[in-house]
């Protein structure tokens, strides 16, 4: 009988071990580890609080959350607003799933944002897809990822049946990690069997036009933020800046290319309309679905500038040089190796017609050699070669324009 009970105790345990799980959001610190009794963690140390039953995870808001394995939605609440300690929003949840994996296994995932893509009851959901966004919805003081294993939970009945059971492993804890790999208490975003990747995006800076500039309706500016990749993916080919409400000042998706961990820099073309303070916001998408912080360009609008220092119509904020008049938003470029229309690039790639048929390309503030060979004509050594007005943009001349230069020596 001894030895039935030894083997029935040890066969619980193999089948209580949970995992194994990946990281179920972006990088970042535990703020409280699950409590293993007189304020202890895994480690021995005392990063808990009393009865805590998971790890809060210090995320902030809206930080996308994915599925630590695979698994089907056991339990969801949707709906709820900010918390508070003590709120019972969701059972103290708030917003929040709970996946099962299977033989009595469960993760849940609490405080999250309402409407932030929470999957529907029953669906099938895999490693890493997304399940929702961070919040402080609930029991909670605020925004971070409460997440939760559990082991022993009924397949049939309540979603929280069964018991807690810690990811980590310790010497105050159990002896073998729910993670596919601890990494020494920082837990991978790795699915079991493989690698996984995660979209995610961070505000760094207004680099132009910060909030509250002025700006002329009518007349354009050139917005530029800096966003760095939080994710593990690399941004590339289906990424953008892409607007998500508010007027969208005319400009199109930006589209965005970065390493995990860099920063760029995101440019958008824009015109405002109307008057007053208006506000356009935007948001980084993977293949049309958001991801990450949302940015904006707040600015006011006015008919004419409070402050107009070379009378070129364009105050400050918009104008890249007020004590020049012959640069502002909507100026010819000329080339001279300044940004004479104020959208962030010099003259670089202005062509101007030469030699009739030929093209003459700016570069470095200088113009470069013409295209064609140059031959005299009627006797003039210097006819053929004399170029052509202004610059005619980075587009060069059209095919109906060439063929005018081309009719244009024929008849000569």
């Known amino acids: 009988m001894i030895r039935r009970a030894l083997i029935a105790t040890l066969a619980l345990a193999t089948t209580a071990q949970a995992g194994p799980y990946r990281w179920p959001t972006s990088p970042a610190g535990v703020n409280a580890h699950l409590d293993h009794g007189n304020l202890t963690d895994y480690a021995c140390g005392n990063n808990t609080y009393s009865g805590h039953r998971g790890t809060d995870i210090g995320v902030g808001r809206n930080t996308q959350v994915v599925a630590a394995a695979g698994g089907t939605v056991k339990h969801r609440t949707d709906g709820f607003g900010d918390g508070f300690i003590g709120s019972t929003d969701g059972g103290g949840f708030g917003n929040a799933v709970a996946l099962y994996h299977g033989a009595g296994e469960e993760t849940i995932y609490g405080h999250m944002t309402a409407g932030t893509g929470i999957p529907a009851l029953g669906a099938v959901i895999a490693c890493s897809d997304p399940i929702g966004r961070s919040g402080t919805s609930g029991n909670s003081s605020g925004p971070h990822l409460h997440f939760e294993t559990r082991v022993a939970v009924s397949e049939t009945g309540s979603y929280y049946s069964g018991q807690a059971e810690d990811p980590y ?76 409400d508010g007027p969208d000042f005319g400009a199109a998706a930006i589209a965005a290319s970065a390493a995990p961990g860099a920063e760029v820099e995101l440019t958008a073309t824009m015109t405002a309309t109307g008057s007053g303070v208006v506000r356009s916001r935007w948001r980084m998408t993977h293949d049309g679905t958001g991801f990450g912080e949302i940015v904006w360009v707040e600015v006011d609008v006015v008919a004419a500038p409070s402050t107009d220092a070379d009378g070129d119509g364009v105050g400050p904020g918009q104008d890249c040089d007020d004590a020049d008049p012959a640069t502002h938003p909507g100026a010819v470029e000329d080339c001279d190796g300044v940004d004479r229309d104020c959208d962030g690039a010099s003259d670089d790639g202005l062509t101007r017609a030469c030699c009739d048929t030929g093209l003459e390309t700016c570069s470095g503030g200088a113009w470069g050699a013409c295209s064609v060979e140059c031959a005299p ?35 000569r």
């Open 377 to 411: 004509v009627d006797g003039d050594e210097g006819g053929c070669c004399q170029t052509g007005g202004d610059g005619v943009g980075a587009a060069g001349l059209g095919g109906l324009a060439l063929a005018a230069l081309v009719a244009r020596r024929r008849r």
């Open 169 to 244: 492993a310790g010497p105050c804890s159990v002896a073998v990690s729910a993670w596919t790999n601890q990494n020494g208490g920082a837990p991978t975003a790795t699915c079991a069997g493989g690698s996984t990747l995660i979209d995610d995006a961070a505000f760094v800076a207004d680099v132009t036009i910060p909030d509250g500039t002025e700006v002329v309706a009518g007349v354009p500016f050139v917005k530029t933020w800096r966003l760095r990749n939080r994710g593990t993916s690399t941004w590339g080919a289906g990424y953008q800046l892409a607007h998500l």
